[in-house]
């Protein structure tokens, strides 16, 4: 497993990292998931990403139980902080991220997180409260440091112009070869202001691995044929895009890959990403994904993605 330093911080993050958004928010077993984490420290991973609304708190609770007997500096957590937990709690105000830094804390059993996210833009609070508060959380010492997820460029830009407060670190988007909306502004404001992409989906939930073919049914153990994890798949498997992803297998091949390793491999050629958030159901897929750490694909296999990927491909 290779590492990269994540933004200015002095972290060092694992090219490949394990998130728990559908999966242990419980889409699978408690066992299922304890054996990917452990999958994922014996893989050499050491970034495990996680947020409050993932099954409201019960990713992080089942996180929280499983490190609680691992020594504390040898993993870089992440948690994030928006979208609601109760009828009442939301957003990104002073109180909200004071009462959520807190709540999150108690439930991962730790009294720090290496990066606390904004989830999204809150544009029903004051940037300044946003980024004061955040600034708080950070002098306090329950965060390292601090990230935003998908928030808009202009919002980011004027983020960065509040003087005295902390200053980012990341930058969670969508990004795998096929939505690659990120490449036109946020990639070159976050190369500019040393700020690192950790990147969410780059296998498209699955999609990218293969084991979705045109005109069959997916697979019974597949997220797609999932009651619980199956609400955010549906662009992915339109027929077009499984035709396109299809042509990705004679590629994979030539270069002597798995399709896998060739869309982590896509995504770790950018600089600025620092680490690829994988999702995994099983620990046989923690394994497959890690080895994709350290793999360099050269031009003629670039052109060779976007051409069978075609018009497919979101920019
Ligand atoms: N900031 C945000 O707004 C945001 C949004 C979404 C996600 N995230 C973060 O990003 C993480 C990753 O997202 P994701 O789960 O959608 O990512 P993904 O890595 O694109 O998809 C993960 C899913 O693909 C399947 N899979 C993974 N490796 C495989 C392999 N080697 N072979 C075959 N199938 C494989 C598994 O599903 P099955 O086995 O069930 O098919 C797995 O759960 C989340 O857990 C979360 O931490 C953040």
Not at 174 to 188: C, F, G, H, T, V
Request: glycine content about 8%; some cysteine.
């Amino acid at each position: 497993m290779n590492y990269r330093k994540l933004g200015r911080s002095d972290i060092e993050v694992s090219e490949i990292s394990l998130g728990s958004w559908l999966t242990y928010s419980g889409g699978v077993g408690r066992e299922q998931a304890e054996a990917c984490v452990q999958a994922a420290f014996d893989a050499g991973i050491n970034f495990i990403d996680t947020a409050n609304v993932y099954g409201r708190g019960a990713a992080e609770s089942l996180l929280g139980e499983v490190l609680a007997g691992r020594e504390r500096s040898s993993y870089v957590l992440a948690t994030k902080v928006f979208f609601p937990m109760s009828d009442t709690d939301r957003g990104l105000s002073a109180a909200q991220i004071h009462k959520q830094i807190d709540a999150s804390l108690q439930r991962l059993r730790t009294d720090y997180v290496d990066l606390y996210q904004c989830h999204r833009y809150d544009d029903q609070t004051p940037l300044e409260e946003t980024m004061a508060a955040l600034t708080e959380v950070v002098r306090s010492g329950k965060a390292r440091h601090i990230g935003f997820s998908e928030w808009p460029v202009e919002k980011v830009e004027e983020s960065l112009a509040i003087p005295g407060v902390a200053r980012w670190v990341s930058s969670q988007p969508q990004y795998s070869m096929l939505w690659r909306k990120p490449e036109a502004e946020l990639i070159p404001l976050c190369e500019r202001e040393g700020i690192s992409q950790i990147v969410w989906s780059p296998l498209a939930q699955g999609v990218l691995t293969g084991k979705y073919r045109p005109g069959e049914p997916p697979p019974a153990d597949s997220r797609a044929a999932s009651d619980s994890m199956s609400g955010f798949i549906d662009r992915l498997i339109e027929p077009r895009v499984l035709e396109a992803v299809e042509r990705l297998r004679p590629v994979a091949d030539a270069a002597g890959l798995t399709m896998a390793q060739l869309a982590l491999a896509w995504v770790l050629r950018q600089e600025n990403v620092a680490s690829a958030i994988v999702g995994a159901s099983r620990p046989e897929q923690v394994h497959a994904n890690a080895s994709a750490s350290g793999i360099v694909l050269d031009d003629e296999t670039l052109a060779a993605i976007d051409e069978a990927l075609g018009d497919v491909i979101v920019r």
